[in-house]
């Protein structure tokens, strides 16, 4: 089993940054890739951004590419997500996720086994 845990959220103004961490344990997740979602109550898990297990591979959505930036320590078992240039639109509860390499699309939710409990991220305009 891992366990991931997001910190890092909160409030924000418009064109501010944040910096999102996901400390994952219970088994190293080194092999493992992980992803960022975002939700709003109501609405499907958005894909946000992704990294393979090593780090030489990213992706990342439309909407936030040249924004944000997900890297990894695998020595820390943690992951990250650097947020600049942020917008209101960007508001939602943000998740962590994990799955092991090669189950599948990382920019699919249904791909990842283990999911944070998620951090808020509010941008005022």
Known sequence: QVQLVESGGGLVQAGGSLRLSCAASGRTTSSYAMGWFRQTP????????????????????????????ISRDNAKNTVY????????????????????AGSGSYLRAISYNYWGQGTQVTVSS
């Open 42 to 69: 109501g609405k499907e898990r958005e894909f946000v951004a992704a990294i393979n297990w090593s780090g030489g591979y990213t992706y990342y959505a439309d909407s936030v590419k040249g924004r944000f930036t």
């Open 81 to 100: 997500l650097q947020m600049d240039s942020l917008k209101p639109e960007d508001t939602d509860v943000y998740y962590c996720a994990a799955t092991p």
